[in-house]
């Protein structure tokens, strides 16, 4: 079993900048793969970059060159800045992580919203 706890989300200006975090626990070792992904009112919901445990990335195409992730292995913690946010950025987001067995676990989620 895997738990992931989301925090960072909120009201930002467009243009500005947010950070997410996703604390990972228990079955640690076992994780893979760990992404954010996102979910808009009346959409569907989308990867929004993604990360191995080798340190690969991926990115959606709508995020490239604005967001990042990143890990942090000692915490158990990936982040994903998001800067140049724009108002079509307003979603509730998601961590996830992928472990060896191939099963798949979801945070809470957390409200980001870019509204001036």
């Known amino acids: 079993q895997v738990q992931l706890v989301e925090s960072g989300g909120g009201l930002v200006q467009p243009g500005g900048s947010l950070r997410l975090s996703c604390a990972a626990s228990g079955s640690v070792f076992a994780i893979v793969l760990m992404g954010w992904y996102r979910q808009a009112p009346g959409k569907q919901r989308e990867l929004v970059a993604a990360?191995?445990?080798?340190?690969?990335?991926n990115y959606a195409d709508s995020v490239k060159g604005r967001f990042t992730i990143s890990r942090d292995n000692a915490k158990n913690t990936v982040y994903l800045q998001m800067n140049s946010l724009k108002p079509e950025d307003t979603a509730v987001y998601y961590c996830?992580?992928?472990?060896?067995?191939?099963?798949?676990?979801w945070g809470q989620g957390t409200q980001v919203t870019g509204s001036s």
């Open positions: 996830n992580a992928v472990v060896l067995t191939t099963q798949t676990y």
């Open positions: 990360i191995t445990s080798g340190g690969d990335t």
